[in-house]
T-cell receptor
């Protein structure tokens, strides 16, 4: 049982480069989320998708974009990486967008922008 | 604004009981979650409260008072493997989760 798979696990990136973090789930969940986690701060929502074909902005969307072409995949793209985007990124999913119980998390992608 | 407050760090002894508090001020309330996160790993689900009262699940219990904007996670018979961060999150009126910064729990033998 895979659950949610993220790739890459870790990446060092030069500032200004484009980067896509991949996220795939096999639970047929409708809702998917991207969070970043920084020391001393709670998980902060970047973008979300309540169903395939729709996306929404979270608390910290600037510099990031997402797409949701199908139910399983929810990639996060940094068009031109900056050092402040150094963080651990978690993809999560749950059955539906609201009031549908727990979120399931991927193992995280540690990104360092130099 | 929306705010979730938890202590930054707590220390407890193996075999003892510890209570981790969480207070919140959010735009609406649709439920409160507790997650456990070991260092370098993903958060994993512990409990969900939507009604006032205590929910017990083995060694872990979670309490909610909606009128006070308050919850706690109670861990009994502490084991070394319980050393982790514990994250409190509230589902707001838009069904988005607002997360606290987490409480790092250190267990000493």
């Amino acid at each position: 049982i895979a659950g949610i798979t993220q790739a890459p696990t870790s990446q060092i990136l030069a500032a200004g480069r484009r980067m896509t973090l991949r996220c795939t789930q096999d639970m047929r969940h409708n809702a998917m989320y991207w969070y970043r986690q920084d020391l001393g701060l709670g998980l902060r929502l970047i973008h979300y998708s309540n169903t395939a074909g729709t996306t929404g902005k979270g608390e910290v969307p600037d510099g990031y974009s997402v797409s949701r072409a199908n139910t399983d995949d929810f990639p996060l793209t940094l068009a031109s990486a900056v050092p402040s985007q150094t963080s651990v990124y978690f993809c999560a999913s749950r059955k539906d967008g609201g009031n549908s119980g727990e979120l399931f998390f991927g193992e995280g992608s540690r990104l360092t922008v130099l | 604004g929306q705010n979730i407050d938890q202590p930054t760090e707590m220390t407890a002894t193996e075999g003892a009981i510890v209570q981790i508090n969480c207070t919140y001020q959010t735009s609406g309330f649709n439920g409160l979650f507790w997650y456990q996160q070991h260092a370098g790993e993903a958060p994993t689900f512990l409990s969900y409260n939507v009604l006032d009262g205590l929910e017990e699940k083995g060694r872990f219990s979670s309490f909610l008072s909606r009128s006070k904007g308050y919850s706690y996670l109670l861990l009994k018979e502490l084991q070394m493997k319980d050393s982790a961060s514990y994250l409190c999150a509230v589902e707001d009126s838009n069904y988005q989760l607002i997360w606290g910064a987490g409480t790092k729990l250190i267990i000493k033998p």
